[in-house]
């Protein structure tokens, strides 16, 4: 079973940046094929899908929210993903998951693994 956690959350302002780093227990290797994917949820909300990078070829996907202002990225060797996030806003304020799934989607019932979460508040 995979296990991940998640981590770089934290408290910024309007306009910063941050990245979140999701470290995998297991070896999600290239040869997996595996998707490693973001989601957030605020309060009150469902958990929605921000971005998702297929470990084999490096392919991306992003939510319309953050795309032109995030980045996901890997790094195989360390079995870890990052979502760099720019130009935050208030509306991005959640608890960000990281997750795993063996399809290269953005649905959420797709993905079999889960984080615990970190929390990131962009205040006004």
């Known amino acids: 079973q995979v296990q991940l956690v998640e981590s770089g959350g934290g408290l910024v302002q309007a306009g910063d940046s941050l990245t979140l780093s999701c470290t995998a227990s297991?070896?999600?290797?290239?040869?997996?094929?595996?998707?490693m994917g973001w989601f957030r949820q605020a309060p009150g909300r469902e958990r929605e899908f921000v971005a998702a990078?297929?470990?084999?070829?490096?392919?991306?996907l992003y939510a319309d929210s953050v795309k032109g202002r995030s980045t996901i990225s890997r790094d195989n060797a360390k079995n870890m993903v990052y979502l760099q996030m720019n130009s935050l806003k208030p509306e991005d304020t959640a608890v960000y998951y990281c997750?795993?799934?063996?399809?290269?989607?953005?649905?959420?019932?797709?993905?079999?693994?889960w984080g615990q979460g970190t929390q990131v508040t962009v205040s006004s």
């Open positions: 990078i297929n470990w084999n070829t490096g392919s991306t």
């Open positions: 997750a795993v799934s063996k399809r290269y989607t953005t649905l959420r019932g797709a993905y079999d693994y």
């Open positions: 297991e070896r999600t290797s290239t040869s997996s094929g595996y998707t």
